[in-house]
């Protein structure tokens, strides 16, 4: 089976520019999460959608980031202008939820992010 | 507050040791999950094991096991001669509503 799948695996670019990560969950599973990984700050949750509805975006750091699910294979996490301090590991994940939430969340390889 | 500690930033054993990383947490919850994820040097999370607040039960897998003490709000999670290939960071996890929330984690050494 195929597991979660994002794009790229890494990503270089400049201050200011725009940059775009992507995530495809694995199929059947309805909630998907995008993570943050840095040093400092460990694993942070950015946001999370259930059946392709943002549920809590509390974690976005400011409005420089925007998240989309149109549907339920893929999602976009989106840095526009993007700052040095955005440089990180951007983990996406998926679970199936049947209503009690404790599945495990699978996660994908993750995408590392350097802004110059 | 829904809080995971893990104390220990980083442990470095010799090949064979038995190593315990410590995990504990803080909820207002009765019923909560507790999870331990792996991620190796290649950068991905692995998801190892998933316990109840219910089920205090000691589980064992492999060189793997897990102590989990309600009274300590403690998860611990014990490798049995470890291997080289056990060099990780190790996350501890709670499940807060619908979101876990890690752990700082613990980055371990194996040397041979």
């Known amino acids: 089976d195929a597991g979660v799948i994002q794009s790229p695996r890494h990503e270089v670019t400049e201050m200011g520019q725009e940059v775009t990560l992507r995530c495809k969950p694995i199929s059947g599973h309805n909630s998907l999460f995008w993570y943050r990984q840095t040093m400092m700050r460990g694993l942070e949750l950015l946001i999370y959608?259930?059946?392709?509805?943002?549920?809590?975006d509390s974690g976005m750091p400011e409005d420089r980031f925007s998240a989309k699910m149109p549907n339920a294979s893929f999602s976009t996490l989106k840095i526009q202008p993007s700052e040095p301090r955005d440089s990180a590991v951007y983990f996406c994940?998926?679970?199936?939820?049947?209503?009690?939430?404790?599945?495990?969340?699978?996660f994908g390889n993750g995408t590392r992010l350097t802004v110059t | 507050a829904q809080k995971v500690t893990q104390a220990q930033t980083e442990i470095s054993v010799v090949e064979k040791e038995d190593v315990t990383l410590d995990c504990v947490y803080e909820?207002?919850?009765?019923?909560?999950?507790l999870f331990w994820y792996k991620q190796p040097p290649s950068g991905e999370l692995v998801f190892l094991i998933r316990r109840n607040s219910f089920d205090e039960q000691n589980e064992i897998s492999g060189r793997y096991s897990w102590n989990f003490q309600k009274s300590t709000s403690s998860f611990n999670f014990t490798i049995t001669a470890s291997q080289v290939v056990d060099s990780a960071v190790y996350f501890c996890?709670?499940?807060?509503?619908?979101?876990?929330?890690f752990g700082t984690g613990t980055r371990l050494q194996v040397f041979p």
């Open positions: 959608f259930n059946n392709n509805v943002p549920i809590d």
């Open positions: 909820t207002r919850d009765t019923t909560y999950y």
């Open positions: 996890a709670l499940l807060n509503t619908d979101k876990l929330i």
């Open positions: 994940a998926s679970r199936r939820d049947r209503g009690n939430y404790n599945s495990p969340l699978h």
